[in-house]
T-cell receptor, first 114, second 110 residues
Framework: DVKVTQSSRYLVKRTGEKVFLECVQD?????MFWYRQDPGLGLRLIYF???????EKGDIPEGYSVSREKKERFSLILESASTNQTSMYLC?????????????FGSGTRLTVV | DAKTTQPNSMESNEEEPVHLPCNHS???????IHWYRQLPSQGPEYVIH???SNVNNRMASLAIAEDRKSSTLILHRATLRDAAVYYC???????????FGKGTRLHILP
């Protein structure tokens, strides 16, 4: 079964810490995405990548950066965690540009910043 | 991004068909209609997509209006496991990113 795996299901970090959220897919997909999901706000796109070493800003990139050194891995980095970054973070991948392809999502990482 | 409108919530009885509506009056010719669902405590899951013709797969059917300004996701026989938030999304033919709306929360009554 194809998979998108997020390294942690739950994470608690302190304000000001640098936080790494890891996402790995085993489907040889070109595209990878990071979303955050908050009650009442739904899913919002943070960053995405169409290829290794490429990245594009989504709707809410402020306070985040990303890294894609290998095709299968897409990391989301919180440079200095703040309490307003407490959220559910969801990673997704898709095979390539073209609307016939659905996304595959990971199970999510629930991050709490204290 | 073209916008979709869905009811906030719907209820249905177990083992009955469910019709989930979606309006997308500003859809463009290159937009595909995609549906995802999100079960409690899980990431969203792809359900089905289409462009102009009705589509069927093992999970659901997608009925698309002739003018493409609306569509309906059909679950033929709802089970308790179908209780989820269902998202209707327009996906541009050139842009691979997906923008989610608020979706419809589907409650299934035993």
């Amino acid at each position: 079964d194809v998979k998108v795996t997020q390294s942690s299901r739950y994470l608690v970090k302190r304000t000001g810490e640098k936080v790494f959220l890891e996402c790995v897919q085993d489907m040889d997909h070109e595209n990878m995405f990071w979303y955050r999901q908050d009650p009442g706000l739904g899913l919002r796109l943070i960053y995405f990548s169409y290829d290794v070493k490429m990245k594009e800003k989504g709707d809410i990139p402020e306070g985040y950066s990303v890294s894609r050194e290998k095709k299968e891995r897409f990391s989301l980095i919180l440079e200095s965690a703040s309490t307003n970054q407490t959220s559910m973070y969801l990673c997704a991948s898709s095979p390539g540009q073209g609307t016939s392809y659905g996304y595959t999502f990971g199970s999510g990482t629930r991050l709490t910043v204290v | 991004d073209a916008k979709t409108t869905q009811p906030n919530s719907m209820e249905s009885n177990e083992e009955e068909p469910v019709h989930l509506p979606c309006n997308h009056s500003t859809i463009s010719g290159t937009d595909y209609i995609h549906w995802y669902r999100q079960l409690p405590s899980q990431g969203p899951e792809y359900v089905i997509h289409g462009l102009t013709s009705n589509v069927n797969n093992r999970m659901a059917s997608l009925a698309i209006a002739e003018d493409r300004k609306s569509s309906t996701l059909i679950l033929h026989r709802a089970t308790l496991r179908d209780a989820a938030v269902y998202y209707c999304i327009l996906r541009d033919g050139w842009d691979d990113k997906i923008i989610f709306g608020k979706g419809t929360r589907l409650h299934i009554l035993p």
